[in-house]
C-alpha cells in the first residue's frame, strides 16, 4: 500500500440513527473500493464493520469502526459510528479525530431524536456536515418530507445536491443538480447510466442547480463576484466553493443513497474524494499549552490514541491520529500521558474492521493501528524525542443508567474488577466506582441497552457470570437546629481501664456564621470561648469544623485529635442511615479525664458517642442528591412524558421548542432515576433521549425520610 500524503487524506465520520443504514453503506463503500470482492449483510453476520461477537449476536454496531478506502489517488479514513444513544462514545471519540461528519437519514422515519443529537455533536465540534437520504426504495419513504424536516430542524444551510426521480420499491434513479445529469441503475446497483436531465424534470433541476450555485457562492467573495458577472460558476468552482461553505459549517449538502442496493455510493465516493476537506484544510489542534500543531509531515512524531480494543485473535489493538511528523515501525516513543513510559511500535496498520494491512509508516493526518504497547491507553500522547505536545483527551456525557454488579460466584470480584478496567478503556462511557460509603461496585453508562450489552459481553468473553443490583443511594445527613450532649466512656476490666468524658454542642455549619459566646438549652445557658478552630472540607462535600473552647485543662489538648477522629467516624457513618454527614460545626467546652485510665481510644469512643447522640437531637435531615435532567422528545409525546417526570417527584424547570422537538428541563431525585433511560423509551417509542447532570443535594420530603429511617433501623444490630 503506497504512504498518503496529508495533502491526500480525509478522516469521515459516519453516523445515524439506529436502523439508518450505516453499516450497510461501510459495505457498498468497501465494495465499490475493491476493499472487499462481496458485500455482507447485517442479517449474515458478515459486515466488515460489525464484527465483534455483541455485535454479531444484536445485530446493532457496539464500538466504532475504523476503515479505509483508497478512491481516484485519495485516501479516505472512515469511522462507523454506533447509531444507538446508548453508545455515543463512539460518536464523540470519532468526531475528535476526522474532519468531515456524514450523517445518514432513514427516509422512512426523517429527522429523529439521534439525527438530532448527532447533529448537535457536531456543533460542538464544529464538524463539516454532509446529510445523506437512505433507504430510498422502502415503501414508506418519503424523500420530501425528509428534507422538510432537515431544513426546519438544521436552516436553510441544508441544500440539495441530489434529489430521488421515485422514491418507493421502483426507486433507481436521481437527479444530480450539481452536475445536472441523471443517475440511474440497474436492479444490481453498482456502475449507473449517466443521461441527460428528463425533460419534465429539467426546470427543477434548473431551480435547485441555481440555489446550488448560490449557497457555493456564497462562501467566497470573488466566487460571488464571478456569479453576479456570469450568472453561473464551473463545476470546479462550485466544489471550492462547497469545500469553503463545509469548513465553515455554512452548507449541509444533502446526498441521495441505497446503501442496500448499492445506488448513489459510487457517485457520493466521488463527491468525498473531490470536494470533501482534506485534513490540512480544517482547523489545527491545539495542544494543552495553546501551541497550534499543523499536519506537517516533516515535524516531530506525535500521535494522539483515541481508542484501544481486545480484539479476537490478535489481543489489544491501539488506534491513533498521527498528530503531526511520520511515525515508522522501529520508532521509539514516549507516553507523555503517562510519566513518560517507553513505547517502541514494532508493527503498524491501516484498518478496515477486523482487516489489517501492514505499512512501513504514516503520515500526519493519517489513521492507523498498532499492537503490543505495554501501558498505553485511551487518551495518551505519544511523542517522539524531542517533542513535548500534549493533547486534551475527549470529554464524554455525563452517565444516565447505573448499576451495583457483582460476580454470581463469591471470590471472583478481583477478576471482576480487571475485566471492567480493560473494559473502560474499550469505552470510556461504561464507569466504574468501588464506592466505599454504598459498599457496592457501582457501573454505570448511557442506558440499560449500554449496560445489558457489558453484561453479555462479561458472560459470554470471559465467562464471568455477574448479576446487577438496585445501587444505593448516596444519602447525606445533616442538622438543622443546635443540640447538647456529653457522654462518658468508662471501662474497667482488671490492669489500667479507659476512661474519657466529652461535652459538646453541635450546630448547623453555614460558611461565615460565626460561633456564638452564649448557647441555651433547656434553661441553661453555656458560655464558649473559642481557643482553637478546624475546619475540615470532606471528601464527600461539605465540612465539619471543630472548635476547642475548653478551658482549665479539662480535657488536655494531646486528646483532642483522638475526639476528631471520633467525630469523623461519625461522620463517615452518620447516625440516621449510615450516610456521610456534612456541614456540622462542633464545639467541645468541657470533659474529663483520668491521671491513669485517660487514653485516646477512650476519647475518640466519648466524641462519637456524644456526637451522636447530639446529631439525633439537632433536628437531623436526610439530604438526597438532586440531578439536572434535559429530555429532548417529540412534541406529540410531550404530555407522557411530563406525566412521568412529575410522578418521580420532578420539579420542572422550564420547556422549550427546539427544532421540531421539546426540550424539557427538571430537577429530578436520583432514586426516582433508576429506569428512566428504559421508561422514556418505552413512552417515546425510543424516539425522545435525555442528559443528567448532578445539580446539589436537597432535603428529602418527611415521608421518604421517615421509610429511610425505617428500612436503616430494620437493618441494624447492636454496637
Not at 192 to 215: F, G, R
Not at 347 to 362: H, M, S, T
Request: charged residues 25%.
Amino acid at each position: 500500500m503506497k504512504v498518503y500524503q496529508t495533502n491526500e487524506i480525509k478522516n469521515i465520520s459516519l453516523m445515524g440513527g439506529s436502523g439508518s443504514g450505516k453499516t450497510t453503506l461501510v459495505e457498498a463503500m468497501l465494495y465499490e473500493s475493491g476493499v472487499i470482492k462481496r458485500r455482507g449483510t447485517v442479517e449474515a453476520k458478515n459486515t466488515v464493520s460489525d464484527y465483534f461477537p455483541v455485535e454479531m449476536e444484536y445485530g446493532y454496531s457496539v464500538f466504532p469502526t475504523v476503515l479505509h478506502v483508497e478512491w481516484a489517488g485519495k485516501k479516505l479514513n472512515i469511522i462507523d459510528c454506533p447509531g444507538s444513544d446508548d453508545f455515543v462514545g463512539g460518536v464523540i471519540t470519532s468526531l475528535g479525530v476526522t474532519d468531515q461528519a456524514l450523517i445518514v437519514v432513514n427516509t422512512q422515519y426523517g429527522v429523529e431524536v439521534g439525527t438530532q443529537n448527532h447533529f448537535r455533536y457536531t456543533e460542538q465540534a464544529h464538524k463539516p456536515v454532509i446529510f445523506l437520504a437512505n433507504q430510498l426504495d422502502t415503501e414508506k419513504s418519503n424523500f420530501d418530507q425528509t428534507v422538510e424536516q432537515l431544513r426546519e430542524s438544521f436552516g436553510p444551510k441544508v441544500v440539495l445536491v441530489q434529489y430521488p426521480v421515485n422514491c418507493g420499491p421502483n426507486f433507481n434513479a436521481v437527479i444530480d443538480v450539481l452536475l445536472m445529469k441523471m443517475y440511474r441503475w440497474k436492479p444490481e446497483g453498482g456502475a449507473p447510466e449517466i443521461l441527460d436531465i428528463p425533460a419534465d424534470q429539467l426546470d427543477k433541476a434548473k431551480e435547485l442547480h441555481n440555489t446550488l450555485v448560490e449557497a457555493a457562492a456564497e462562501n467566497d467573495e470573488t466566487l460571488m463576484d464571478k456569479y453576479f458577472e456570469q450568472g453561473s460558476l464551473s463545476e470546479d468552482e462550485m466544489r471550492a466553493g462547497i469545500r469553503k461553505g463545509l469548513v465553515g459549517r455554512d452548507i449541509f449538502p444533502v446526498f441521495c443513497v441505497c446503501s442496500g442496493k448499492d445506488m448513489g455510493v459510487r457517485r457520493l465516493m466521488e463527491f468525498l474524494g473531490n470536494v470533501v476537506p482534506f485534513v490540512d484544510d480544517m482547523p489545527c489542534p491545539v495542544t494543552t499549552d495553546a501551541v497550534e500543531v499543523k499536519p506537517d509531515k516533516d515535524a516531530p512524531t506525535s500521535v494522539f490514541v483515541f481508542k484501544t480494543s481486545v480484539e479476537p485473535h490478535i489481543g489489544e489493538v491501539i488506534y491513533f491520529k498521527v498528530m503531526s511528523g511520520t511515525i515508522k515501525e522501529g520508532d521509539d516513543m514516549t507516553n507523555i500521558s503517562r510519566n513518560g513510559g517507553k513505547e517502541r511500535i514494532s508493527q503498524l496498520f491501516c484498518v478496515a474492521g477486523a482487516n489489517r494491512i501492514k505499512v512501513d509508516q504514516l503520515v500526519a493526518g493519517d489513521i492507523g493501528a498498532t499492537v503490543k504497547l505495554k501501558d498505553t491507553r485511551t487518551g495518551n500522547v505519544l511523542n517522539a524525542k524531542g517533542c513535548e505536545y500534549n493533547f486534551e483527551g475527549i470529554k464524554y456525557p455525563e452517565p444516565k443508567y447505573r448499576r451495583a454488579i457483582k460476580p454470581v460466584a463469591n471470590g471472583e470480584e478481583e477478576k471482576l474488577n480487571e475485566i471492567l478496567t480493560r473494559m473502560h478503556e474499550e469505552d470510556p462511557t461504561w464507569i466504574v466506582e468501588q464506592s466505599k460509603e454504598l459498599k457496592q461496585t457501582i457501573v454505570s453508562g448511557q442506558g440499560e441497552f449500554h449496560l445489558r450489552t457489558l453484561k453479555w459481553r462479561i458472560e459470554n468473553n470471559d465467562k464471568l457470570p455477574i448479576e446487577f443490583l438496585e445501587p444505593r443511594i448516596p444519602y447525606r445527613e445533616t442538622i438543622t437546629r443546635a443540640a447538647r450532649s456529653d457522654y462518658r466512656h468508662k471501662k474497667q476490666s482488671g490492669g489500667a481501664g479507659q476512661f474519657g468524658e466529652v461535652h459538646l454542642i453541635i450546630e448547623p455549619y453555614v460558611e461565615g456564621e460565626p460561633v456564638k459566646e452564649i448557647y441555651k438549652f433547656n434553661g441553661q445557658e453555656y458560655r464558649i470561648s473559642a481557643r482553637d478552630t478546624q475546619e475540615i472540607a470532606l471528601d464527600w462535600g461539605g465540612k465539619l469544623v471543630m472548635v476547642n473552647s475548653i478551658v482549665g485543662g479539662a480535657i488536655d489538648a494531646r486528646f483532642m485529635p483522638a475526639i476528631l477522629k471520633g467525630l469523623m467516624d461519625r461522620m463517615e457513618q452518620g447516625p440516621l442511615t449510615g450516610s456521610y454527614a456534612r456541614d456540622v460545626r462542633v464545639i467541645i467546652y468541657d470533659g474529663k479525664m483520668h491521671p491513669v485510665d485517660s487514653n485516646e481510644i477512650s476519647f475518640r469512643l466519648a466524641g462519637r458517642n456524644a456526637f451522636a447522640q447530639a446529631f439525633k437531637e439537632a433536628n437531623p435531615k436526610i439530604l438526597e442528591p438532586v440531578y439536572d435532567v434535559e429530555v429532548l422528545v417529540p412534541s406529540d409525546r410531550m404530555g407522557d412524558v411530563m406525566s412521568d417526570l412529575q410522578g418521580r417527584r420532578a420539579i420542572i424547570m422550564g420547556m422549550e421548542s427546539v427544532k421540531g422537538f421539546e426540550k424539557l428541563l427538571a430537577k429530578v431525585p436520583l432514586k426516582e432515576l433508576s429506569n428512566y433511560s428504559t421508561a422514556l423509551s418505552s413512552l417515546s417509542g425510543g424516539r425522545a433521549s435525555f442528559s443528567m447532570k448532578f445539580a446539589s443535594y436537597e432535603l428529602c420530603p418527611s415521608d421518604v425520610q421517615e421509610k429511610l429511617l425505617k428500612e436503616y433501623e430494620a437493618t441494624q444490630t447492636e454496637d
